[in-house]
Structure formats: C-alpha cells, structure tokens
C-alpha cells in the first residue's frame, strides 16, 4: 500500500519561494506507471491541480502557474517535489501530493493522496 | 481550459433519501477522464468514481455515476450519515486538469 507524506515550512514570506517535498513509501517515483502530482486547495475552497511529474523528468503545469513553479523528482529518495517562486497571500493554501496511475501511458485515476499540508504565505 | 460547473451548491437532504449532483463542462469532455471525489472537513479528497461510472475499490454501490460529453451526473440512491460531505468533480482528459467548485451534501 503506497503511502504520500507532504513535509515543509508551514509559513513562507510574500516574494519568497515555497518549498515542499513529498515522500514515497510502498512505491517507486522511478516508476513509468505513474504521475505524480501536485494539488492545492485554499482553506475552505475548491482544489486546483498544479501539476505533474512522470519518472522520466516529463513535466505538465497549469498555465495559470506555469511561471512560477518547478516539480522535480529525487529518486535517490523516493521523493518529489514543489517548488513555487514569488509566492503571494493567494498561495495560502493546503498543498497535497498525489499518485495517478497510468493506463497505457494515459491518466487513469488518483490512486493515493497525501494527507496536505497547510502553507500560509504572510510576513 | 475546461471549465467545470457543478449544481447545487448545496443540497440538503436526510438520510436515506436520495441525492442528484450534476456537473456540467464548458466543451466535451470523454468520460474516460471524468471524476468524482468525496472530501469530509480536515481529510484529503477522496477517489470515488472514474471514468464516470466506475467505483473505487470500497464505495459502495449506493453511489452510480453518469454523463457524456458535457453534462455528467453523481447519484447516491440512499444517504447514509458518512456520505454527507463535499462532492467534486474532475476532469483530467485535457490540460489543465480541472476541478469542478464543488457540491456540499449537509444534513436537512
């Protein structure tokens, strides 16, 4: 059973860069069956999919956030990881990483989540 | 990108009645790629239905999806206390991926 444990700073300065790492055990991010994926939701709002990493470094962004963000992998690890650049109070949110598994090279379904976690963008 | 709208915003209903949840797209959608999540308060969103009619392993059959093209429907048959939660629809067939605001299902 996969399981997805998001870690990092909890509070981020406005113009600085938010940095998250998700943590992988009972699977590989080295494995060509999966995205894996980064979503947000701010508190008491709906969820926005930032994007996705495939083992082989292949990358898939939301537009809306394409400038500012990075997703890597750390296979050495098992790990990969957010990073978003100038961040603003409208960053404010729960971040989750999750695993969509592939069928044929195409999403299938989120299979696992992380359980989130908060980040608040403030002075 | 694929807007995604999703009625009522709330539905209040009792338990053992029946809910009805639609989502509608802003441009065709293939139902292959057509989700739906359960999020109850501080949990992460859950995978329930894909490819919009297909269980996940564990729900039960209580929950039944449905649609084509722009217009795809959730429908629990009878409410039971643990599905009073948040209802969100996804679609993830064109990028962006996108979510739908979500429908509230609250104790009437």
């Known amino acids: 059973q996969v399981q997805l444990q998001e870690s990092g700073p909890g509070l981020v300065k406005p113009s600085e860069t938010l940095s998250l790492t998700c943590t992988v055990s009972?699977?590989?991010?080295?494995?060509?069956?999966?995205?894996w994926t980064w979503i947000r939701q701010p508190p008491g709002k709906g969820l926005e999919w930032i994007g996705y990493?495939?083992?082989?470094?292949?990358?898939n962004y939301n537009p809306s956030l394409r400038s500012r963000v990075t997703i890597s992998t750390d296979t050495s690890k098992n790990q990969f990881s957010l990073k978003l650049r100038s961040v603003t109070a409208a960053d404010t949110a729960i971040y989750y990483c999750a695993r969509v598994l592939l069928d044929y090279g195409d999403p299938f379904y989120f299979d696992s989540w992380g359980q989130g976690t908060l980040v608040i963008v403030s002075s | 990108e694929i807007v995604l709208t999703q009625s009522p915003g709330t539905l209040s209903l009792s338990p053992g009645e029946r809910a009805t949840l639609s989502c509608r797209a802003s441009q065709n959608v293939s139902s292959t790629y057509v989700a739906w999540f359960q999020q109850r308060p501080g949990q992460a969103p859950k995978l329930f239905m894909y490819g919009a009619s297909f269980r996940a392993s564990g729900f039960p059959d209580r929950f039944s999806g449905s649609g084509s093209g722009t217009d795809f429907t959730l429908t629990i048959s009878r409410l039971e206390p643990e599905d009073f939660a948040v209802y969100y629809c996804?679609?993830?067939?064109?990028?962006?991926?996108?979510f739908g605001q979500g429908t509230k299902v609250e104790i009437k």
């Open positions: 009972g699977g590989s991010v080295n494995s060509g069956s999966y995205f």
């Open positions: 996804h679609q993830y067939g064109t990028s962006p991926w996108t």
């Open positions: 990493i495939y083992y082989s470094g292949s990358t």
